[in-house]
């Protein structure tokens, strides 16, 4: 069983249409993560949740809307995608938001053309 | 935020220790020191965490100096599979929020 899962793997499309990137995790954890890694390789932070609230917003777009319908998912939401999103997002999961220990998902690999 | 700087690539041999410097000179008191492991189209994976002296896992030694300015990621007998790139991490607390900050990682080769 995959603990944090990401769908899809593969994301091609078009400038401005609308994409989503489903995350779930089943180790039970109450804080979940998405980051964004470019093609520098920096992975930086845009969003974490805990319990289903919103606790760090790093200055992300408003294209860029995260939802978190229970604990044990968190999807990603991008409105008008630009060619400066291509990027791989991870999603990740933490038990509690004061440890270091995150586990990450495999990576959403999104291109925009 | 505390920045952390380490070498951008390291080479190495299959059946040596490798070890790898981090440091973060502006670390702040509560801060954990974290170390991450990432493979090619993979997920970072997290390998250790201290906060000072000496911590050992299964996979790796982390040694911290008394003023914490610093540590180093040690990784015994090498093999090629350990080929990744290597994240330090500090923990930032900001907020009440614990937010992880990755640096650039340093890429590390483990040549036969």
């Known amino acids: 069983d995959t603990a944090v899962s990401q769908t899809p793997k593969y994301l091609v499309t078009q400038m401005g249409n609308d994409k989503s990137i489903k995350c779930e995790q089943n180790?039970?954890?109450?804080?979940m993560y998405w980051y964004k890694q470019d093609s520098k390789k920096f992975l930086k932070i845009m969003f974490s949740?805990?319990?289903?609230?919103?606790?760090i917003n790093e200055t992300v777009p408003n294209r860029f809307s995260p939802k978190s319908p229970d604990k044990a998912h968190l999807n990603l939401h991008i409105n008008s995608l630009e060619l400066g999103d291509s990027a791989v997002y991870f999603c990740?999961?933490?038990?509690?938001?004061?440890?270091?220990?995150?586990?990450f998902g495999e990576g959403s690999r999104l291109t925009v053309l | 935020l505390a920045k952390t700087t380490q070498p951008i690539s390291m080479d190495s041999y299959e059946g040596q220790e490798v070890n790898i410097t981090c440091s973060h000179n502006?670390?702040?008191?509560?801060?954990?020191i974290t170390w991450y492991q990432q493979f090619p189209s993979q997920g970072p994976r997290f390998i250790i965490q201290?906060?000072?002296t000496k911590v050992t896992n299964e996979v790796a030694s982390l040694f911290i100096p008394a003023d914490r300015k610093s540590s180093t990621l040690s990784l015994p007998r090498v093999s090629l599979s350990d080929t990744a790139v290597y994240y330090c991490?500090?923990?930032?607390?900001?907020?009440?929020?614990?937010?992880?900050?990755f640096g650039s990682g340093t890429r590390l080769l483990v040549r036969p």
């Open positions: 201290g906060y000072k």
């Open positions: 991490l500090v923990g930032a607390t900001m907020d009440s929020s614990y937010k992880l900050i």
């Open positions: 949740y805990n319990n289903k609230e919103l606790i």
């Open positions: 502006n670390i702040a008191t509560n801060d954990y």
């Open positions: 990740a999961s933490s038990q509690g938001q004061n440890t270091g220990e995150l586990f």
């Open positions: 180790l039970g954890h109450d804080t």
